[in-house]
């Protein structure tokens, strides 16, 4: 900031110094022209005023006008002062650069700026310009026979056709340079809001970019979950024809116990406890999948938080690589509104997430750890593992749509960002943190309504 800063300053004190150095020569070349006044042997009138009111009405700075005025002394007559001659034009050229900013710096119509300038410019002569030249000139020991108001009128009318030129000249010249200026100011601030609507335009690009991705995100879930739950249904049907079949073999057994050999019964009784420990094996993952695919209402449901975490893991058994330990810590059965199906997607992704990361370390001892707990009114659930720690640039990030580390094939940096959407819908927020083990998700939920 403070590097634009000087950048910028730099490039008006360069424009000022090009200005006043150009304004300088300009007016050498118009003060050749001289128009000598007849009896008055060191009195000269020329057009090199025109230059250098144009010059210094330019300035960013007053400043400069000292190096204007130093500039005029180049190449005076010898019978004038130097002294005199810069003091003029000095305290001449100074005030007419306040004189004119004001103008500058206000909205006026066009025939009232022109009026202005006109009498800016009249005054900058028959104030200032003449009255400056003649008490100078007093001061150092001239024209001291002749009195003040007396060569006053004289130098005016003689001097008339001079400041009438300049001041149409100059006048034209700031109407031109005003319009120019108000027609960058305006071409800058088209610009900036062009900037700007383009920035808005991008984000709700963006927007629109995470909403259809969350939607195809939604209704490949619906499309999973109607999937699972047919399947769910039709496993369920053969799993009661295995139970029911179970009964009938036990009660078989119990009738022909008397005429059943030891062996055979102790075989039996081995074949159908394992085949009743497959079915309720099957029955639990089926139940799961049941609870994982049902169609969520459109209200929130009062549900045991941990019993989602349980199914979503069940679900997601396949995925979970040997060498990976979980454990849990549900200090609390916590009874929570949530959108049912729109948690398992929560807890699926944050799994998901936990067990690739995990998966593609090399670390011994791969663990994750689930908490469940209650702080003020607040359900807390915190997913822990100890994989890389995410990098603090990183941890304000994660949840912003489509960031990733992941490779392309990987990821599409959707998951996270759902998971931010579902839990403001809840009323409740997701975090995550560094910890000295790894990295931490916390979750947090509102008990009520």
Known sequence: MNNGLIIRISSKVKTDILTMLIGGLLSLIFGQIRLYIPGYEHIITDLREIPLIIAVIRFTNPIYAIGLSLLTIINLPEEYSYLVAFSMHFISLYSIWYLFNIIRKKELNVTYQLLLSLIFIVGYYLLLFIPINIIGNYLIGRFNELNFLSLYTKL????????????????????????????KIHNDSLEKKVLERTIHLESVI?????????????EKMNSIGTLASGVAHEINNPLNFIAGGLQIIETLKLENEKNLSEEIINNCSTATNTISEGVSRTAAIVSALSSFARKGKSTLELC?????????LLFMKSNISEDIIISKQYRIELIVPVYIEKMHQVFYNIFNNAFFELSTNTIEKKEIQIETDIDDQMAIIKVS?????????????????FFTTKDPDKGKG??????YSILKEHNGKIYALNTEKGVAFIIELPMTN
């Open 414 to 419: 959707l998951g996270l960002s759902i998971c």
């Open 385 to 401: 593992n100890n994989g890389p720690k995410i990098p603090t640039d990183y941890l304000n990030q994660i949840f912003d749509p």
């Open 304 to 312: 045991n938080i941990n019993s989602i975490i349980d199914n979503t």
């Open 156 to 183: 005016i009318v003689l001097a008339s056709t001079e400041w009438i030129i300049t001041a149409i000249v100059v006048s034209i010249y700031f109407l031109l340079y005003k319009s120019r200026l108000q027609l």
């Open 206 to 218: 963006e927007e629109l970019k995470t909403t259809q991705n969350y939607l195809i995100q939604s």
